[in-house]
């Protein structure tokens, strides 16, 4: 029942439009009630009486009544999709203003084919749900309550005859609803494991072709597409089960209709106009019996996606806003770590444990290390990216608790190791940084990334596009792309996550004097596995899977002879 409220809740902001459907549906089933009526009176009075004109006379209304019943047919088929759509544009645009608010933590346990199977597939059905819902369920309710009433007024024995089907037939599509919910949640959920499948072999389709592994691939979708397609069938199936048991009952009813009515008119009972009027109104009878069937059937699609649509939205982000959060401003940018303690959920093991360091503002400190260490970790807890175990990290004195994310998060800039950019062109990929920054401003951020004469050396420049994840342009490329992003956004807080990782030699030393500009009277936390890119760093941290064993400059780690000696000489 509360599933069903927060459905009806997004009728809200569309009741002017969804009452206009009502009232169409609603003028559409009197004008359904009306013909049987006015049939009876013509076969059992107008045309035995020889009356003509007054056969015209309602020849002519009913004309008229079915031009009304055109533009009503009209409007509930339109604008009753329309509020259908509507509601799944709706819901579309609020999972996926949710999905933005979750951690990083669902991304690590949730495939992107489930996600986008979740957005995509699972609100499909929500439209003619959202539509045909309540007006199959208005409309059948119309007709049922009206025919029965104008049967019983013509005779009421063969009337209670034909409706003591209907609790049969409710019995019989109640038992066949759990089969049925059961059967399309399974195929939600097998489609979702098919995108799932198919986004990771499109995203490895290079990798795939560089080990000829094409057919295991073929294979790995197989298995996916195959139970897909097994549990399709079973929801079909029980889907046939349900309509031809409806359909069987409606047979049945037209036969006692016909044999018992039948009778009735041998015996004088009711007239042939009467009978026919019956038959008519049993036939009208029959399609709320149908549409009721097909509601089942939608409200078993349709809700089974709002389901697993509301699954997504109960989620709770693991890091949000705390009430008394505040902005970041004037942001010096020093940086304290207080026994910060993290692992990657309760069954994993602990990354860091106890890391005590403060970095002073402006300054520039590397941190350095075996893999593994936690290094990447860190550096993705100071922007509040996961929430820690235990401790503390402060920037300028504030707790990272305490501050707005999104005031947190515009006072970093990070660049990683995995260059991740979004399909579309150049300018576009280098205004992400600043989506406010003007035409000099992105060419400025490019200049300084040395990235500036190879787009100007492109026939579209700027607005080159790059293909999917850039998958037109080099490592190389792509790192001075993301670098220049960092420096549109122009942050207090630089972190560089091997950021010069994917540069050739000379690349590398043209962009490391642009980061070395760019960290200028700014707070730089600089990972690297090439020791030579931090020897001028104002400090080095040398962090492993024991803490932080070691700290200093290049000249006094190197005197000391310890592990970054050793890392270095290597």
């Known amino acids: ?31 359904d009630l009306v013909f049987p009526i006015v049939s009876r009176n013509v076969i059992n009075e107008i045309i035995p009486q020889g009356r003509i004109k007054s056969l015209f006379v309602i020849t002519g209304v009913l004309v008229l009544l079915y031009i009304l019943r055109y533009i009503a047919n009209y409007i509930v088929d339109y604008y009753g999709h329309v509020v259908g759509t509507r509601m799944e544009f709706d819901m579309r645009k609020e999972i996926f203003t949710h999905i933005q608010s979750l951690s990083f933590s669902y991304f690590d346990n ?84 098919v995108n799932a499948q198919l986004e990771n072999s499109i995203s490895g389709i290079r990798v795939a072709k560089s080990f ?23 929801s079909f199936k029980s889907m046939a089960e349900f309509t031809a048991g409806i359909q069987f ?33 049993v036939t009208f009878f029959l399609q709320p019996i149908k549409r009721l069937s097909q509601f089942i059937q939608q409200f078993q699609e349709g809700m089974t996606g709002f389901e697993r649509f509301v699954e997504v939205m109960n989620i709770e982000p693991d890091i949000k806003d705390s009430e008394n959060a505040i902005e970041l401003k004037n942001v010096k940018g020093r940086i304290e770590l207080r026994n910060v303690t993290f692992s990657y959920g309760e069954s994993e093991k602990t990354v860091l444990t106890g890391i005590n360091h403060t970095i002073e503002a402006g300054k520039t400190v590397a941190l350095v290390g075996p893999s593994g260490g936690g290094k990447t970790t860190l550096c993705h807890l100071i922007p509040r990216f996961y929430e820690l175990d235990d401790g503390e990290i402060l920037i300028d004195g504030i707790n990272i608790k305490d501050i707005k994310l999104k005031s947190l998060r515009k006072n970093i800039g990070l660049v990683q190791q995995d260059v991740f950019l979004f399909t579309g062109t150049i300018k576009e990929n280098i205004l992400y940084g600043n989506l406010d920054a003007t035409d000099e401003e992105v060419i400025e951020a490019a200049k300084n990334a040395n990235i500036h004469d190879f787009i100007m050396s492109l026939p579209d420049g700027y607005n080159t596009y790059i293909g999917e994840k ?10 001075r792309i993301s670098i220049a992003r960092v420096f549109l956004k122009n942050p207090p807080i630089l972190i560089l996550d091997e950021a010069t990782s994917a540069l050739d030699n000379e690349t590398e030393m043209a962009i ?29 941290v040398v962090l492993t899977n024991k803490g932080i064993e070691e700290k200093g400059t290049h000249d006094e780690l190197m005197k000391q002879g310890g592990i970054y000696a050793k890392l270095y000489n290597i």
């Open 249 to 281: 009952f409606s047979n049945i009813l037209n036969l006692v209709v016909i044999g018992l009515g039948g009778y009735f008119a041998y015996m004088k009972i009711i007239s042939i106009g009467d009978l026919f009027a019956y038959i008519l109104y």
């Open 110 to 193: 949730t495939k992107t084919g489930h996600i986008m199977s979740r957005i995509v597939n699972d609100l499909r059905e929500i439209t003619e749900l959202a539509h045909h819902g309540p007006e199959d369920l208005f409309i059948s309710f119309v007709m049922l309550i009206g025919s029965f009433i104008i049967l019983m007024r013509i005779e009421w024995r063969l009337t209670l005859v034909i409706f003591a089907f209907i609790p049969i037939m409710v019995c019989f599509a109640i038992i066949k609803r759990n089969k049925m919910e059961e059967a399309f949640r399974n195929q939600r959920i097998k489609i979702a494991k």
């Open 470 to 479: 850039g998958v037109k342009l080099s490592g190389g490329q792509k790192q």
């Open 512 to 540: 490391q004097e642009s980061l070395d500009k760019l960290s200028r009277d700014r707070t730089t936390l600089v990972i690297a596995h090439r020791l030579s890119t931090v020897k001028n760093a104002d400090e080095i």
């Open 1 to 31: 029942m509360q599933m069903i409220k927060r459905f009806v809740s997004y009728y809200k902001p569309h009741w002017k439009l969804f009452l206009l459907d009502m009232i169409c549906a609603f003028l559409i089933s009197a004008f």
């Open 212 to 234: 000829t592994n094409e057919e295991y691939e073929i294979d790995k979708f197989d298995i996916g597409n195959s139970e897909f397609k097994e549990a399709r069938e079973v």
